[in-house]
């Protein structure tokens, strides 16, 4: 059983830097696609940002420059910069692991408000 255990997150004024990190526990396949997701109130889930187990990623075109993904195969983690925030980063964030199947974290509140 896979199991995503989000931390980091909460609230900061505009311009504020906040992380995010994400654990994966369980059967964990040696190559696999890890990241993040955001859903806004009342809107859907976008990709925020995405690493391989070999290192490549992808970014949101509104978080790049900003936001930084990094990852630790060894620990089966990810974690997030966020930096320069702004407003429209205010979201419930979701962590995402693909191996054979998709897994979501249980999401985590990033407030960006002065």
């Known amino acids: 059983q896979v199991q995503l255990v989000e931390s980091g997150g909460g609230s900061v004024q505009p311009g504020g830097s906040l992380s995010l990190s994400c654990a994966a526990s369980g059967s964990i396949q040696s190559s696999y696609l890890m990241g993040w997701y955001r859903q806004p109130l009342g809107k859907q889930r976008e990709i925020v940002a995405l690493i391989s187990s070999h290192g490549g990623t992808n970014y949101a075109d509104s978080v790049k420059g900003r936001f930084t993904i990094s990852g630790d195969n060894a620990k089966n983690t990810v974690y997030l910069q966020m930096n320069s925030l702004k407003p429209e980063d205010t979201a419930v964030y979701f962590c995402?692991?693909?191996?054979?199947?998709?897994?979501w974290g249980q999401g985590t509140q990033v407030t960006v408000s002065s």
């Open positions: 995402y692991l693909r191996i054979a199947n998709s897994y």
